[in-house]
């Protein structure tokens, strides 16, 4: 039986990924009493009180909404709600496995900024976090902008963050391997999509100048014709060279190509042309921007992918669950750059100056060390930054 036919069996002999369990024993009057009527009614009183007792008299400590509305499914594409919850239930066997995090599906059946905002908005109050999920880009941005201005728990956008971070992470070790530093380099990003846009905003938080975002139709520099939304504001903030033209004549002398794009867009050439000692992340998937054989045979020095069967895997489960993790412990409002960039430094310090070489720049996805890692470090930036609550 072939991968894709096993698993399909197992989700019909699974019927579904997560279960609710109770946490206490009702098994004769007392427990009744304590756990439901009457006993129930002193803690609703006290966090009627004073709401953030909520924290500790609930499992809201714990609790994160996997929330989507299917419109930018893994490699899928739009195919709505229902059909996305096979990933949103796998995305919280995920926060459960890697973090112990409670995490709870919530797919959406509408495409609307406001009925997604309003939606999520209203039922915040019943759980510690926020992760949005597989939401098409640009509404993914306004969704999470406008939630964050309304809500006072975390609102965590994975396939731009998560992203962002472990992109970070590998970038750190890789610029230590090349003897490069991050201010210095000029960087050329494919995919001008949700996780490019935010890769960019987070590597040039971390101090990065010299970046060119390129889109289908080549680079993004500003007031180029037809530029809306997201876009638009990253070009105000890139470039600021006003490069023009093709992906490929970006490349060119760059020293660090991020591909966030699709399949094939990156030939041995485009690689050739970059400088010495370049970095290549090529991190569609599952096809790369380029294959890493032909990356290397075209003279990159550091070369990263999104796929396992592949050296330096750049794979999100390194960042979200440790980054809910230690944004829980501290009840944090907000997840914010500071708290990103402690992560994605966690992420990389896992890898020390004696393992470090060149097919291995960022731990793999079940090292054991990394949630702890990456919460603890969340947690104490959050404490640093302001965001903790506790």
């Known amino acids: 039986m072939d991968e ?15 279960v609710v369990e ?12 304590m756990a439901y009527t009457p006993g129930v009614a002193e803690p609703c009183l006290e966090i009627q009180k004073d709401p953030m007792l909520s924290y500790e008299l609930t499992r809201r400590w714990n609790m994160v909404a996997v929330v989507s509305d299917g419109s930018a499914v893994l490699g899928l594409g739009d195919i709505g709600p229902e059909a996305s919850m096979p990933v949103m239930e796998g995305k919280c066997v995920l926060f459960k496995s890697f973090a112990d995090v409670d995490a709870f599906p919530l797919c959406i059946r509408s495409n609307d900024v406001e009925e997604i905002v309003q939606t999520v908005r209203l039922l915040a109050g019943s759980f510690g976090g926020i992760n949005l999920e597989d939401i098409a880009a640009p509404r993914c941005f306004e ?7 309304t ?24 610029l230590k391997i090349v003897g490069k530093r991050i201010q210095d380099i000029e960087v050329v990003i494919a995919g001008a999509g949700a996780a490019g846009i935010a890769v960019t905003r987070l590597l040039m938080a971390m101090g990065m100048k010299n970046v060119v975002l390129c889109d289908r139709k080549g680079a993004i520099y500003k007031e180029r014709d037809g530029l809306t939304g997201e876009k638009a504001l990253i070009a105000e903030e890139t470039n600021k060279e006003m490069k023009k033209g093709s992906l490929e004549e970006a490349m060119a002398g760059s020293d660090v190509f991020i591909g966030l794009s699709g399949p094939g867009t990156v030939t041995k050439p485009m690689v050739e042309s970059m400088a010495k000692d370049a970095v290549v992340l090529a991190l569609s998937n599952p096809t790369p921007e380029i294959m890493p054989e032909e990356a290397k045979d075209a003279g990159a020095r550091v ?10 895997q750049i794979n999100n489960v390194l960042a979200f669950p440790g980054i809910f993790r230690g944004a829980l412990d501290v009840r944090a409002s907000d997840i914010n750059d500071d708290m990103k960039i ?28 990394v949630g702890k890692a990456v919460a603890e470090a969340v947690a104490l930036a959050a404490r640093k930054s302001g965001v903790a609550r506790k």
């Open 4 to 18: 894709k036919k096993e698993a399909l069996k197992k989700h019909f002999e699974w019927k579904g990924k997560i």
């Open 22 to 33: 109770s946490a206490v024993p009702v098994k004769i009057k007392e427990d009744l009493s």
């Open 143 to 149: 969704i999470e902008r406008k939630l964050k201005e």
């Open 151 to 174: 809500c006072d728990i975390p609102i965590f956008h994975d396939d731009q963050h998560g992203t962002a971070v472990v992109v970070l992470a590998g970038m750190l070790n890789a």
């Open 303 to 312: 070369i990263g992918t999104g796929r396992s069967d592949f050296p330096n």
């Open 342 to 369: 402690a992560a994605a430094h966690a992420i990389a310090n896992l890898v020390d100056s004696q393992e470090l070489t060149e097919e291995f720049i960022i731990p793999p996805a079940f090292d054991e060390r």
